[in-house]
């Protein structure tokens, strides 16, 4: 079994709640916070919620890659989502063609 030197990894000394509050200034850095997860299997289970708290689809085709791609147990971490509603185009009013 490989066990990491506590000398060399200061971060998996922390107590939980410090780490959360690290987490939580990373919530504005996806990038940052994605590279999280990927450092270890606690961090993963720390940081993804955080990852998943707020939800931004812009477009169709990203509300498709979002529910092929991500899997559905992380649904539970959504506390926000922002579906993008809006066309190219202005919308037509009870069914009538948009106004010349």
Known sequence: MHTI???SA???RL???MQLAVIAVLADNRPALTALTLTSKAL???ATPA???RVSIPSLPALHAFLACVPEAHGAHIRALTLC???SGPAPTNGA???Q
């Open 44 to 46: 993963h289970a720390l």
């Open 15 to 17: 107590p939980a709640e």
């Open 85 to 87: 509603t809006a066309s």
């Open 51 to 53: 990852l998943y708290n």
């Open 5 to 7: 030197p506590s000398s």
């Open 97 to 99: 063609p948009p106004p």
């Open 10 to 12: 200061p971060w998996l």
